[in-house]
């Protein structure tokens, strides 16, 4: 039986200079050549935390709203190629993000966090790599982790979101509706 863990989410790191240095597109390509095989796992082609994700360069630091697009659609490409291991997809009641980390990931601690209330923070810090910076995320962050942050819909439940890692392999973040336990209590009833 697959061994899944609950992830605790953590409240928004209060923090005004995270983020603050944008991971360009000519300090990527410099990274992945230079990074090493972990780094091209974690940020190479289809993975959670790649900038080429969603098929043009995208700073991972950056709220993307992700469940404003079709998975299929946007990641048709990828999936053609057997390179994404990406998934997201709503129903009445919850949205639902699945992911496999990539092997370099699979190393680090990953932290889920709220911010700002309709944003949700998937980051990880490379085990082993050492910062003069009291915070990682001050400076030219992807040297010392990865992140990839997500706008939240407007009806997301961001209170009630759970996330789990199973065999240190599979993310999975689900985050209820509002309204949506009145509506499963509904479906119980009938």
């Known amino acids: 039986m697959p061994a899944r863990r609950v992830i605790e989410i953590g409240p928004a790191d209060q923090n005004s200079h995270k983020w603050r240095v944008p991971f360009t597109e000519d300090a990527f390509h410099s990274f992945i050549v230079h990074g090493g095989v972990a780094a091209r796992n974690v940020f190479g082609e ?11 360069f995208f700073d991972p630091a ?3 709203p992700l469940w404003e697009f079709e998975s299929d659609a946007l990641l048709s490409g990828l999936r053609n190629a057997s390179k994404s291991t990406v998934d997201w997809s709503a129903t009445n009641a919850d949205y639902l993000l699945k992911a496999e980390l990539p092997v370099g ?13 309709m944003v949700v923070e998937i980051s990880g810090r490379w085990r082993g790599r050492e910062t003069d910076t009291k915070d990682w995320k001050n400076g ?3 040297e010392y982790g990865f992140a990839r942050r997500l706008e939240l819909p407007e009806d997301a439940n961001w209170t ?8 240190d392999i599979s993310l999975e973040i689900r985050i209820p509706k509002n309204g949506s336990d009145i509506d499963l209590q509904q479906m119980q009833a009938v």
Do not use: H, Q
């Open 46 to 56: 289809g993975s959670l935390f790649s900038p080429l994700l969603f098929g043009k």
């Open 62 to 64: 950056d709220a993307f």
């Open 160 to 167: 009630k979101m759970e996330a789990y890692i199973t065999d």
């Open 140 to 142: 030219r962050w992807w």
């Open 105 to 117: 990931a699979r190393k680090c601690d990953i932290d889920v966090c709220n911010l700002k209330e």
